[in-house]
């Protein structure tokens, strides 16, 4: 029954700044899988100039692929260290030329004696501005192909850039570089890292992980829902992108540039704020594919206070780290977080509601001057209060023109 089973794809209701984008970005890392955001707006009906659908599902599988040959890499960086570090060997020392053709023994002792001087050196960071010749693939020119990218032709265009580089026996062109042995390490380390992955091995866990496990968020769903039916105009093609997506959700198989991709298993996250219209104005084959529904509430003073407070990475997180690369300390008291979400959540009722995006907007007005006069100024510690964050914010309220205070 594995293959019968299909997911329960997601529809998620509310206004601008909820979170959710946020909340299928987390689930995908959380879970490991392959995850690619579009707008259901950017998408046209075949016949109308636009991007075509299928399209979400190549950018899910280059997504896989880049996923996956990066663990690949990490799996094969001890070997590839240990390549790169006897390429740097050579090239400091090249390979004597025989002279005659018996073996000079002694000779080659002391080559192997330097050579491991050097190999000593090289890990002990003595010769990182020393100067080498490294060669390094040629970069060709990108089509004038590329301009049709916007109609259909995704899956061309990739690959025309590499074929038009490549020399009549496919090998890109190479040129001489002089460099320090600083950045000439990483350039011979991707390249040893590359030699050494599997890329057939790649592409096919790539392929079966975006099969299986991919989540594809569709936002700005209510743009294309239709509050008429059998109508004229826009609505039509409205209508028509759902209709172009029906296959792709419900399951189908799409032409990639790695070979054939099921949709059967992948999960379809749609978003929309549905201010205007409804999800009942989409058509029912679509509704029905959307089984679980889920409602978010708009988010009052107590979430800004949480958010600002326990993600790992919160704003107030953030601009600590920002100020402490300058040297001096930054302190945030609890009563003045709580009043920096007070200004966030009136803000947002006084004006076009935003969200969490709203935080960034009142931080950064908060920090302005201090991360101005940063540089230059001598300060070790600087505290916020809950006066402070009043003194400085209390007068974006105040004003009655609040739109240049908005993301």
């Known amino acids: ?27 995908a890392r959380l879970v490991g899988a392959p995850f690619v ?8 009906e075949v016949g109308y100039m636009g991007r075509d659908v299928e399209s979400i599902i190549r950018d899910l599988v280059e997504i896989a692929v880049s996923m996956v040959t990066a663990e690949h890499r990490e799996g094969v960086h001890a070997k590839a260290q240990v390549r790169t570090e006897e390429r740097l060997v050579d090239l400091l020392m090249p390979a004597a030329v025989p002279t005659t053709n018996e073996p000079d ?8 004696r330097t050579r491991e001087k050097l190999r000593d050196k090289l890990r002990a960071g003595e010769l990182e501005e020393r100067k080498i010749t490294i060669e390094v693939d040629q970069q060709g020119g990108t089509p004038l192909v590329e301009i049709f990218s916007r109609s259909g032709l995704e899956e061309f265009n990739i690959s025309m850039p590499n074929v038009a580089s490549m020399n ?21 380390h991707d390249e040893e890292a590359e030699k050494l992955l599997d890329m057939d091995k790649v592409i096919e866990e790539a392929k079966e992980r975006a099969e299986s496990s991919g989540i594809v968020f569709v936002d700005e769903i209510d743009k294309i829902a239709s509050k008429s039916h059998g109508g004229s105009g826009p609505d039509v093609s409205r209508e028509g992108v759902q209709r172009d997506l029906l296959p792709i959700v419900e399951g189908t198989a799409v032409n990639t540039r790695y070979g054939v991709v099921t949709t059967d298993h992948v999960l379809f996250i749609a978003a929309g704020a549905f201010n205007v219209s409804r999800p009942s104005d989409l058509i029912p084959e679509f509704q029905g594919r959307f089984p679980i529904r889920v409602e978010l509430t708009t988010l009052s003073r107590e979430d800004f206070v949480r958010i600002l407070n326990e993600p790992d990475s919160s704003l107030v997180k953030q ?33 076009e509601n935003i969200g969490a995006r709203r935080l960034q907007t009142v931080m950064a007005t908060l920090l302005e001057k201090l991360l101005f006069d940063l540089p230059e100024s001598k300060e070790k510690k600087v505290t916020f209060t809950a006066e402070d964050v009043r003194e400085t914010l209390d007068g974006i309220l105040s004003d009655d023109d609040l739109t240049r205070y908005i993301l």
Do not use: W
């Open 1 to 27: 029954m594995r293959d019968e089973i299909a997911p329960n794809n997601i529809i998620m209701i509310g206004s601008t700044g909820v979170g959710k984008t946020e909340i299928a970005r987390r689930l």
């Open 37 to 44: 955001k579009v707008e259901a707006s950017n998408y046209t």
């Open 105 to 112: 023994t002694d000779a080659t002792e002391r080559r192997m």
């Open 168 to 188: 009549p026996f496919g090998r890109r062109p190479r040129k001489e570089r002089e460099s320090a042995i600083r950045d000439a390490r990483g350039i011979i």
């Open 319 to 351: 601009y600590t780290a920002l100020v402490a690369a300058e040297g001096c300390e930054v302190v945030f008291e609890e009563e003045a977080i709580h009043e920096i979400a007070r200004v966030a959540a009136q803000a947002n009722e006084r004006a």
